[in-house]
């Protein structure tokens, strides 16, 4: 048998180190049987070493524990290797603490086994720590585990399209009904790489985007982004408004990229049809811009020769026996004055578009303008009455025609949208260094949400009723230009069915 080397050369010589150790130590010998029990293991026990040894100190044991002691303890005899055994033992305050027993045999310069010599740690401290730290990584993992489960549940709630994928290789682990109905690759698609799913984005710069959003961390927006994709199988064109963000883990490492969209193609076609149509209209705007441009330059010279001879042929006839001749020149000669202020106002639009129109200002009392405006009026409008109450007399700077075609304007609208027999109020007020011209009718009024675009160039409100009126849409338009540039506001009241009242004002030349 090979010899081994004691650990401790005399047995008195360990007893005085052991006696004096700041440790608990034991010591059993070959038959099992402690022996001698130290200072420290005592003191712990709070019993003597006759109490202990023999039999004695096991009745410390936990009874919990007491079967698995015995059979480890006996154990290491036979092998005669060192052990450890763990167990709780009962402490001189009768509460059972956890302690180690660290057995190491014990052979004397001949070899032969001894016994152990044992050294005890209480470790009832450990232990209760790592109970601690057991039970809060237990709480983590279940706080963990909860809060994976609240994502999961966030992300499969969401009514719009989400993905989760981890790795740089983007292997999908969450993808919400939402985003597989948008992908339109059947519902088997967790575990997979995205590529692999969606191979059609391969030459759209998504896979790139993704990349870097996982190479650098920094989030990719995009907005309307057009996006082919084959859905059941068919390759479509959609619009999507979709984030890549990136996701770390406790370490802060970038582990994912979660993946937020929105189809956003119905909004994209609708607005593509908007685009489309607000394009058509320009363009017919552009053609009547066109048209009026040419045919009031070519309208011009031959209506001016055509006033002339109506205006002679008047003179000449309105004495005239037949009262036929003589009412039918009034009514050429009121219809020539409504097709030249209809030029006119071509014209003026023409010279509004291309920038050219001029304001050609001089000093005129506007109380006798508009008094002049109203008997023009009154006399082609038999069916309504207008009613003007002189205001103080107001002298104005401003263009004595383009001025009086914004009053002719109000007053004409103002009969042709108001029923047979119903009155026209205007009247003029000073305030300040303004002055305040209205005209009110009973008419059918206007809908706020036509007040908002009556002004536009082209502009008619639709309706079976005004369908049958006769009209361009410029007179307003042309007005509020006109009041604008010399300085002035206009602006309407109306309800609808009750009546409008058109206000504008115009500084006052003192
Ligand atoms: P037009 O009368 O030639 O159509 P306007 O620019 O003068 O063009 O008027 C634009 C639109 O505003 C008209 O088509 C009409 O629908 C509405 N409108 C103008 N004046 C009145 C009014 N006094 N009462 C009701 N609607 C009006």
């Known amino acids: 048998m090979k010899k081994r080397q004691p650990l401790i050369s005399s047995e008195s010589q360990f007893v005085a180190m052991a006696a004096q150790a700041p440790a608990m130590v034991w010591v059993s010998g070959p038959d099992k049987v402690p022996v001698y029990f130290n200072e420290g293991w005592l003191a712990f026990r709070g019993r003597t070493l006759q109490d202990e040894v023999g039999n004695g100190w096991f009745e410390g044991m936990h009874p919990q524990d007491a079967d698995r002691f015995l059979n480890e303890y006996s154990l290491s005899f036979k092998s005669r290797q060192e052990f450890k055994i763990r167990c709780r033992i009962e402490k001189h305050d009768k509460e059972f603490r956890w302690v180690v027993h660290h057995g190491v045999p014990q052979f004397n310069e001949e070899g032969d086994f001894l016994g152990y010599a044992v050294s005890c740690m209480d470790v009832q401290e450990l232990f209760m720590l790592n109970n601690e730290l057991e039970e809060t990584i237990l709480e983590r993992t279940l706080d963990l585990a909860e809060s994976e489960h609240r994502l999961r549940t966030i992300v499969e709630s969401a009514p719009f399209p989400i993905g989760v994928y981890e790795g740089r290789e983007m292997r999908i682990v969450m993808a919400n009904k939402s985003i597989i109905e948008v992908w339109g690759k059947g519902s088997n698609i967790v575990g997979k790489r995205y590529r692999e799913v969606l191979p059609e984005l391969e030459s759209q710069g998504i896979y790139e985007q993704l990349d870097r959003v996982y190479m650098t961390g920094e989030p990719y927006h995009a907005r309307n982004q057009q996006i082919d994709l084959v859905v059941d199988g068919q390759m479509g064109s959609f619009f999507f408004n979709y984030s890549f963000t990136p996701i770390y883990d406790t370490n802060g490492h970038i582990y994912g990229v979660i993946n937020t969209a929105a189809d956003v193609t119905d909004l994209q076609t609708a607005l593509q049809k908007i685009e489309k149509s607000q394009e058509e209209l320009r363009q017919i705007d552009q053609q009547k811009d066109d048209f009026i441009g040419i045919a009031s330059h070519e309208l011009k010279t031959p209506l001016t020769t055509l006033t002339g001879i109506v205006q002679l042929l008047h003179r000449k006839l309105q004495d005239s026996p037949d009262p036929f001749i003589s009412g039918a020149m009034i ?28 304001i050609e200002s001089e000093r ?18 038999p069916y309504h009455d207008i009613i003007y109450s002189d205001c103080e007399p107001v002298t104005v700077y401003a263009d004595h025609e383009k001025i009086g075609s914004v ?27 303004m002055l305040l011209t209205s005209v009110a009718d009973e008419g059918m009024g206007i809908k706020p949400e036509d007040v908002e675009k009556i002004f536009d160039r082209y502009y008619r409100v639709e309706s079976d009723h005004t369908r049958s009126i006769s009209g361009f849409g410029i007179g307003l338009y042309l007005s509020a230009e006109i009041v604008k540039r010399h300085g002035g506001r206009i602006w309407l009241e109306s309800e609808k069915g009750i009546g409008s009242t058109f206000y504008f004002t115009l500084p006052v030349a003192d």
Request: with cysteine; glycine share 4%; hydrophobic share 40%.
């Open 364 to 381: 005129f009392s506007i109380n006798k303008l508009i008094k002049e405006m109203v008997e023009e009026i009154q006399m082609t409008s």
């Open 331 to 358: 009514r050429a000669n009121n219809q020539i004055k409504k097709m030249i202020s209809l030029i006119h106002s071509f014209l003026n639009i023409s010279r509004l578009e291309s920038g050219t129109i001029v």
């Open 407 to 433: 009053i002719s304007n109000l007053l004409s609208n103002a009969v042709k949208y108001s029923p047979r027999g119903k009155n026209i109020e205007v009247k003029c007020v000073r305030s300040g260094d």
